[in-house]
């Protein structure tokens, strides 16, 4: 099936901008290529064409294809969705949710990130790998096989962090201490309590980690 999608999969032409309805509901959520629900949202090709319609409101760690509507993937006549090699997408925003494509190392495809938190440090999250786990962009917390807010569902995700403009920089349960610790050592005593594992400035608790620092930041 995926081997199929990607033969199918092509970008737009140069300077080719998908002509819109007249009248957008932007508000609504609506089903679509592979059971996926769908938003009115805004996506940016690595080449910097813009392009406007309804958009998956989930990544998925096995896709390798970014489906898109000009027009609501329910509208008469029904149409076919235009696929993206996800490796063409720069970032893409849903309603007031972020992805980007973050280059993951030489060896390593790049791949679409959701961004859970923004600021002066910026905190992503990657599904794990197995079992065909999906994260929302919608909702408190990434959907995953298990709840990434889970200690276990946590864990097997990939989480990174990052300063605008820099690399990512991923963290792991063994050495989260010293990597988050290190990370935000501007802020002295943030990074104390995280590297003695105080309670509250654990794994688990990363993103409210991240939330403080960019909180003090500001």
Known sequence: ???????????LP???????????????????????QFAWGTLVLQDGRRLQGYLPTATTALSQVVAYYPQPPDAKPARRPKLLLVEKVRWLRVRDHYAELLPLGKDVEAQLAVRRQAGAVELFVLPAAEASPVTSFLGATPVL?????????????????????????????QAFATQVAAFLADDKALAAKVAAGAAGYRFADLESIVQQYNRHAQ
Do not use: E, K
């Open 1 to 11: 099936m995926l081997v199929a999608l990607l033969l199918f999969a092509a970008s």
């Open 14 to 36: 140069p300077g080719q901008t998908p002509a819109l309805a007249v009248a957008v509901d932007t508000t609504r959520l609506v089903p679509g290529f592979m059971n996926q």
């Open 145 to 173: 096989a298990q709840p990434a807010a889970s200690p276990d569902g946590l864990a097997r995700a990939s989480w990174y962090l990052r300063r605008p403009g820099g690399p990512p920089h991923l963290i792991t349960p």
